[in-house]
């Protein structure tokens, strides 16, 4: 039989969400940059970009949105988009420790095998993703449009309901479905890795954690960059010129019809480099806000129990004197 976890669900789920918050604030200037180099699409002779000037590289992008927009450019829909990492994380790592827990609980092990992993990451991050998807479809809008189109939170949420009604919210579920691929090789890779390197350590140092964090996540990040990049296409404006895109397969073509299938790893730069950094960053964050969270739920815990055996000392009496 498994150990009790030393954590509730929920402890985990706030550690995670936590860590993402302030890994993603880190590096959001990457993500403003990964995202429009991957929905822009290389555009002919005598056509207009949709940002009005195209980018070649990840410095280039950083140079004209600063130009063109300011330092705030490369912080666009950011409030959004940090809202969405907590739910999204707090969703994954909360379902990912209960379904974890209940399969420990019923095989009767304490061990996982590699793909007990994987497949138990991607159910937490189907489950994440149906709660969660609106958040990123909207922040996605916010970070592709351009200065003078750009709105708040809400009001591009009225936008893409009066384009596409209440389901348009939830555009690119299939692909993000499939993208639960990610997340699930992340941290099955990442627990795999633990295991190899450091299998007799409960608690890894900061750097160990952030090492293993950013070897997985750029891992996962190779083997899925085209679903990424079909799913920003999916959940942004189309190019000038195409039909609104209605599945990954529609943009995924589009791409490879215009620019080559090279182009379906376009942003891969700046996309493992965040997912690096971010999965770094997060990893070594949630082992100390889990450590926190754990000595913090022991206190709770003694205390209750000390609450509960002092009603028990007074109740006591009573029962010995009616006897």
């Known amino acids: 039989m498994s150990k009790e976890a030393p954590l509730p669900p929920w402890g985990y789920a706030i550690a995670g969400a936590t860590g993402a918050v302030i890994a993603n604030t880190l590096v959001y200037p990457l993500d ?15 056509q207009e970009s949709v940002f009005k000037y195209h980018y070649t590289s990840t410095l280039d992008a950083i140079s004209k949105i600063l130009s063109h927009e300011g330092l705030s450019g490369l912080y666009a829909g950011m409030v959004g988009s940090l809202i969405g990492v907590a739910s999204t994380n707090f969703a994954y790592f909360y379902w990912y420790t209960l379904v974890r827990s209940f399969y420990l609980n019923r095989a009767k092990t304490s061990t996982l095998s590699t793909a007990a992993e994987l497949s138990l990451g991607a159910v937490a991050g189907a489950l994440a993703q ?6 990123a479809v909207i922040t996605t809008r916010q970070q592709t449009s351009s200065k003078e189109d750009r709105k708040g939170l809400f009001e591009t949420a009225k936008d893409v309901i009066a384009e596409d009604g209440i389901s348009g919210l939830w555009r690119g579920l299939k692909a993000s479905l499939v ?9 099955g890779a990442y627990q795999r890795l633990r295991t190899v390197f450091f ?4 608690r890894l140092t900061p750097y160990e954690a952030f090492l293993l964090g950013a070897m997985s996540k750029t891992l996962a990040t190779l083997a899925t960059q085209p679903l990424i990049v079909a799913k920003v296409g999916l959940q942004s404006k189309p190019p000038v010129g195409a039909p609104p895109f209605k599945t990954f397969g529609q943009v995924m073509g589009y791409i490879v019809k215009h620019e080559g299938a090279l182009s379906l790893f376009k942003g891969i730069g700046p996309q493992i480099m965040k997912g690096l950094l971010v999965q770094g960053f997060l990893m070594m964050t949630k082992e100390r806000m889990e450590l926190l969270f754990i000595l913090l739920w022991r206190v709770i815990k003694k205390m209750q129990a000390e609450k509960v055996a002092k009603k028990t000392v007074q109740i006591l009496p009573t029962i010995v ?3």
């Open 179 to 187: 993208l639960v691929v990610n997340p699930s090789i992340t941290y």
């Open 321 to 323: 004197v009616k006897r």
């Open 32 to 46: 403003i940059v990964k995202t429009r180099l991957q929905v822009q699409v290389k555009p002919k002779l005598g």
């Open 199 to 202: 299998a007799n350590k409960p």
């Open 130 to 135: 149906l709660f969660t998807i609106p958040v």
